[in-house]
């Protein structure tokens, strides 16, 4: 048995995938595969062969064996969350642009009127109105090269928006040793080897008065769904795979089969709160945790950004009450934070990091009280991403509750609820605190939405991979 991690070295990878079993990462595993396209080119194995004979230099080995037989753990996440995210590696080279062509990009957009300026759209894509294009114009006649072609101009000042408006720090990245290190939201850790393409890094960073690095040039890439679906056989395991079951049947041509749990499950679903705005709903959150934990149960919040795990603990602190938070800036004590989730009275406030493949053992006592209650403060637009952060308590036939708080300005809300459907839920969420059955078939109807939208998106990034494979005829043809 093999196994292969971050650090290793080449030739210790290399004889870590000989071995007949190897347990890698899925990230781990891909890079690996890209080193190796990069080495060996358009070279193939009998041509190396041949060019040893014929008295050349053998080149290195590459690092893989082959793609033969792969199991996934976490397969939903890893063949459906990050189907369309592409792995790339690259080499930073200098940036041909100016700090000043940033910093002016970031003050324009700065300067410019949402509606009249600018629109932007639910799906994040931002556009430049005629006032806007007119009002950049100006603003730029003082300025030289590449401000004075209208492609440019526009170029820097949407990508420029788009920093401002649609990424925000603490949500989709952090600042750590001043850098910006983006966030994975669907596991709340810190992707700090990726950075975004076409200079939104860069300006991202000019927002943030960090320094500006390079731009990135791309040397090889490829995204999960093409690299595994050149696998003989493929595999995998989740706990969270039904609802996709007919994209994976689709994509990568394997059958779901559901396995009942070893023991009967005692989870139980209490009923789901929904609040006039997010104030209200912490301290809401907040007097459920401490309810519970008075009960002598172990207590686990799940928010989904930094800056609301910190916001709620800041709450807690308000309020004297005991508590730890785990989110992308405290990765270091993860351990130690989960190894102490499952105490009696404990609270924990985690982001997407305690939800895929945390085990919180629970004490005896906890146990003996009712088991680990988990809050879920805003529901995702994958009810995936919420069951995995349910399936936190009841493990092994153990008992435990959950329950979802939520406030009616959550995203899932405003991007996909029809504005009727939004005025009826404000409408019953000005009782401060009011909820049920109905406000669970509605999100299940408003997540439902969500997933198609992102089922397309993945279907046509399949399909632009699967027309570049082919433009590039002399790859050979692709087995998807």
Known sequence: MGVVLQDMSVPDRRDAYARHITYVSNKELTFDYLKDTIALGDVSRLQQRLRALAGGRAAEPPILRGLHIAIIDEA?????????????????????????????????????????????????DIWLTREGKALAQREAQAWDNLWRSRMWREEFVQKALSAIHDFQRDQHYILAEG???????????????RTWERGLHQMIECKEGGEITGQRRTLAQITYQRFF????????????????ADEVKSSYDLTVTRIPTHKPTRRRRLPDTVCANSEVRWHAVARRAMAMAAQGRPVLVGT???????????????????????????????????????????????????????????????????????????????????????????????????????????????????????????????????????????????QDRAEKQYRRQRIDTQRRDADWVRALGFVGKSRR
């Not at 983006?182 to 080897?193: F, L, Q």
Request: glycine letters at 10%.
């Open 76 to 124: 939903d996440s890893v063949l459906i969350d990050e189907a369309s995210t592409p792995l790339i590696i690259s080499e930073t080279l200098p940036d041909d642009l100016e700090p000043s062509v940033y910093t002016r990009a970031i003050e324009l957009a700065g300067s410019l009127e949402e509606g009249l300026h600018f629109r932007r759209s639910q799906h994040r």
């Open 179 to 193: 850098k910006v290190q983006i966030v994975d939201e669907s596991t709340g850790r810190v992707m700090p080897d």
């Open 229 to 244: 679906g050149r696998y003989l056989l493929l595999g995998g395991m989740t706990g969270t795979a039904q609802e996709v």
């Open 304 to 446: 989904r950004s930094v800056e609301a795990s910190e916001m709620l603990g800041s709450v807690f602190a308000g309020l004297g009450v005991e508590h730890a938070v785990l989110n992308a800036r405290q990765d270091k004590d993860e351990a130690e934070a989960v190894s102490q989730a499952g105490v009696p009275g404990r609270i924990t406030v985690a982001t997407n990091m305690a939800g895929r493949g945390t085990d919180i053992k629970l004490d005896p006592d906890a146990e003996a009280a009712g088991g680990l209650h988990v809050i879920l403060t805003e529901f995702h637009e994958s009810a995936r991403v919420d069951r995995q952060l349910f399936g936190r308590c009841a493990r092994q036939g153990n008992p435990g509750t959950t329950e979802a708080v939520v406030s009616v300005d959550d995203e899932l809300f405003v991007r996909f609820a029809p504005a009727t459907a939004r005025r009826i839920v404000h409408a019953v969420a000005r009782s401060e605190c009011a909820g049920g059955r109905l406000l669970r078939r509605y999100v299940t109807w408003l």
